[in-house]
């Protein structure tokens, strides 16, 4: 297999759409069951199982399906704007945080929120590409979820 094609596979809209998407979904389910365990302390104290199941379930659904969103509409805008400007810059992220804070703003119906979520998500974004793409320091050593060299003969 070509391992341009291979690392194309993993750059292409749809991809990075997807994975964002899923993972938006998982954490916000996660940190979902996290809120709705504090808020649900009353009903689980007078021994009412399934309301409290059910307010729990929501929740989680709530938080996951909202951060989903907003991952899948940053990754997408991002990935877009990329390929229309043929440019791999930190202004694509910026223009994805613009987007991906609508999703909030719409979300709670707000402007106020929209416009205060569009512009942390984008300076977010832009530190984060400016700082190279990581919020770690290097320590020598690089992991790719690609080969970056053949180490069979073809």
């Known amino acids: ?3 341009k094609r291979s690392r194309d596979e993993y750059d292409s809209i749809f991809f990075r759409t997807g994975t964002a998407l899923t993972s938006g979904l998982v ?3 996660v940190w979902g ?6 808020r649900d302390v009353p009903a689980i104290e007078r021994n ?6 059910k307010k729990t379930l929501r929740i989680m659904g709530n938080y996951g399906l ?3 969103a907003v991952a ?5 805008t991002d990935a877009s704007v990329e390929q229309l400007r043929g440019k791999k810059d930190l202004w694509n992220g910026v223009i994805g945080g613009l987007a991906a804070g609508t999703v909030l703003g719409i979300r709670s119906r707000s402007l ?11 300076a977010v974004s832009a530190i984060v590409d400016a700082g190279g793409h990581t919020t770690r320091t290097p320590i020598g050593r690089e992991f790719l ?3 970056t060299s053949s180490s069979t003969a073809d």
Do not use: Q
């Open 33 to 38: 069951s996290v809120v709705a365990a504090w």
């Open 145 to 147: 979820p690609y080969p």
């Open 27 to 29: 954490a916000g389910s």
């Open 66 to 68: 909202t951060y989903g």
């Open 48 to 53: 009412v199982a399934l309301p409290a199941l």
């Open 72 to 76: 899948g509409v940053f990754a997408f």
């Open 112 to 122: 106020r929120v929209g416009l205060a979520a569009s512009g942390s998500l984008a």
């Open 1 to 3: 297999m070509d391992s």
